[in-house]
């Protein structure tokens, strides 16, 4: 925090004058506002934070962005135009991502911090993760293949088991390792059987030792 004194003077030409010290103490900025995010495993959810710039120096538009848990992320700066003196001040609009790697609720802060002493901003963070929902349908037509791209959302290499339930369905490897935060391509190939007419069906399994829940794909083939 930071103190400063200043006089304030009133003068009334009935009653004269009167001198008064004032001593002006700015703390940090608390929290503004908060943003509650909810999504699934696997996925991620996206808000714009709104706030009001009052720097008048070109200098003091450049702000820094910091999020300082990896549940949540942002662009490290942004710049915004100068405002009038006197303004209401530019509106301004950040986009924070929360793509979660754990089941239940994680809590964070954004601080959003003028370089040139214009202002800083701090917005509480709330996440709700929950277990991976079911995608699909991932089409396939018979002799011929299909591709999904899965990604690793937790924060270190994992290895994953897949399977599906139709074997009229191949995979083209039955485990994958994708790196942290990494994606990794999924090969699905069908071959209809000679007296099949209309769909086959299965679901693909994706499973890791680390989540006790599995992602699932819906798969249709057709001829």
Same mark, same amino acid.
């Given at each position: 925090s930071r103190k400063d004194g200043v006089k304030l003077s009133i003068t009334s030409a009935e009653l004269g004058e009167f001198v008064y010290s004032l001593s002006l103490s700015a703390t940090e900025a608390g929290i503004e506002t908060t943003m509650r995010f909810n999504t699934d495993l696997g996925a991620q959810a996206i808000q714009t934070y709104h706030f009001r710039s009052f720097a008048t120096e070109e200098k003091a538009t450049e702000y820094e962005c910091e999020i300082k848990g990896s549940e949540f992320s942002v662009q490290g700066s942004i710049k915004t135009k100068v405002a009038e003196p006197g303004s209401d001040g530019v509106d301004t609009s950040i986009d924070v991502c929360y *793509?979660?790697?754990? &089941?239940?609720?994680? !809590?964070? =802060?954004?601080?959003?911090?003028? %370089?040139?002493g214009a202002g800083e901003y701090r917005v509480a963070l709330i996440? +709700?993760?929950? #277990? #991976? $929902?079911?995608?699909? #349908?991932?089409?396939? %037509? /018979?002799?011929?293949?299909? =591709?999904? *791209?899965f990604k690793n959302v937790l924060s270190e290499e994992t290895e994953y088991q897949l399977s599906i339930n139709n074997p009229a369905f191949t995979l083209a490897s039955n485990s994958i +390792?994708? #790196? !942290? %935060?990494?994606? /990794? %391509?999924?090969?699905?190939?069908? $071959?209809?059987?000679? @007296? !099949?007419?209309?769909? @086959?069906?299965?679901? &693909? &399994?994706?499973?890791? $030792? $680390?989540?006790?829940h599995p992602w699932i794909y819906y798969i249709r083939g057709s001829k």
């Open positions: *793509e979660p790697s754990n &089941l239940g609720g994680v !809590r964070d =802060t954004l601080v959003v911090r003028s %370089k040139g996440g +709700k993760c929950d #277990p #991976p $929902k079911r995608k699909g #349908p991932v089409e396939v %037509k /018979s002799g011929a293949s299909q =591709t999904i *791209e +390792k994708v #790196p !942290r %935060k990494g994606s /990794s %391509k999924i090969s699905i190939s069908y $071959k209809a059987g000679p @007296d !099949r007419s209309g769909y @086959d069906v299965g679901n &693909l &399994l994706i499973v890791c $030792k $680390k989540m006790k």
